[in-house]
Nanobody
Framework: QVQLVESGGGLVQAGGSLRLSCAAS??????????LGWFRQAPGKEREFVAA????????NYKDSVKGRFAISRDNAKNTVYLQMNSLKPEDTAVYYC??????????????????WGQGTQVTVSS
């Protein structure tokens, strides 16, 4: 059984920052071999890709609208992936989910490629 647990969400004013964390656990889950991604779902909208990071941490991908504001990172020793969010905007308001996919995943922005999902954490940005 693999579990992904997000934390760090909350209410912040526009221009502020938040750091999301996602801790992974599982008896046979080798965290360092997985691609980790962050997705988000705003009210009334489809869930969308935000960012992804490969096993080594050297390769990252971002949704265009968050480039330069968000940074994804991972600590394989702690089985944790992070999403640092700066210069937050009201349109960043959403439930944020972390996900884990196989190390060979190519299309990291496609949800169906991920095997495991967290329960989500709410991020609300006030104007």
């Amino acid at each position: 059984q693999v579990q992904l647990v997000e934390s760090g969400g909350g209410l912040v004013q526009a221009g502020g920052s938040l750091r999301l964390s996602c801790a992974a656990s599982g008896r046979t889950f080798i965290f360092s071999t997985y691609v980790l991604g962050w997705f988000r779902q705003a009210p009334g909208k489809e869930r969308e890709f935000v960012a992804a990071i490969r096993w080594s941490g050297s390769s990252t991908n971002y949704k265009d609208s968050v480039k330069g504001r968000f940074a994804i990172s991972r600590d394989n020793a702690k089985n944790t992936v992070y999403l640092q969010m700066n210069s937050l905007k009201p349109e960043d308001t959403a439930v944020y989910y972390c996900a884990a996919g196989p190390g060979g995943l190519v299309a990291v922005s496609i949800q169906s490629g991920y095997d495991y999902w967290g329960q989500g954490t709410q991020v609300t940005v006030s104007s």
